[in-house]
């Protein structure tokens, strides 16, 4: 499953960091994170980094799967 997630504000590139598989980019006033996420305890691991870093999760969402050609 590939998920993104959008984050309130600009993350620093330390707080980035402290999600080392997933890939992101800054938009206005947001932080979208985007990437392969493995199973539902994986999911909630996410989430409890994200609240335990004080980030504001705005939107989250399963993006549909690419094709394999």
Same mark, same amino acid.
């Given at each position: /499953? $590939?998920? @993104?997630i959008r984050v309130e504000g +600009? /993350?620093? @590139?330390t707080l980035t960091k402290a999600f080392p598989e *997933? %890939? +992101?980019v800054k938009m206005a006033g947001q932080t979208v994170l985007f990437g392969p996420v493995v199973d539902d305890? +994986? *999911?909630? %691991? !996410? !989430?409890a980094r994200f609240q335990s870093l004080g980030l504001r999760v705005l @939107? /989250? $969402?399963?993006l549909? @799967? %690419? $094709?394999?050609?």
């Open positions: /499953m $590939r998920y @993104e +600009h /993350m620093s @590139e *997933l %890939g +992101h305890a +994986h *999911l909630y %691991g !996410l !989430l @939107e /989250m $969402r399963q549909p @799967e %690419g $094709r394999a050609d």
